[in-house]
Nanobody
Framework: QVQLVESGGGSVQAGGSLRLSCAAS????????VAWYRQVPGKERELVAN???????TYGDFVEGRFTATRDDAKRLFYLQMNNLKSEDTAVYFC???????????????WGQGTQVTVSS
């Protein structure tokens, strides 16, 4: 069984920074794509950053160069550094990953439980 656990959320003032972490644990053969999403109550979950296992990391248009997503597969840790936060960044942030649980075509998609980010203006 695979678990993703986010941490690092909290309350900050506009213009501040937060660094979210996501720790993967369990039966993991290798890690494919990793992404960060966010969701505001009553709205669709939206993509914040997408980190493929090979290729370029891409971001939602609203990021505008303020966020940086990174991954350390050896440590099974994923990060989202968020700078110059705005009140509209307030949301629950989720970690998502495609993980191969054994050698062969055994890739499944997993979600973390989410971490709240609140930005006050």
């Amino acid at each position: 069984q695979v678990q993703l656990v986010e941490s690092g959320g909290g309350s900050v003032q506009a213009g501040g920074s937060l660094r979210l972490s996501c720790a993967a644990s369990g039966r993991i053969f290798d890690i494919r794509g990793v992404a960060w999403y966010r969701q505001v109550p009553g709205k669709e979950r939206e993509l914040v950053a997408n980190m493929p296992d090979t290729g370029v990391t891409t971001y939602g248009d609203f990021v505008e160069g303020r966020f940086t997503a990174t991954r350390d597969d050896a440590k099974r840790l994923f990060y989202l550094q968020m700078n110059n936060l705005k009140s509209e960044d307030t949301a629950v942030y989720f970690c998502n990953a495609d993980i191969n649980v054994r050698n062969g075509p055994f890739t499944f998609n997993y979600w973390g439980q989410g971490t709240q980010v609140t930005v006050s203006s």
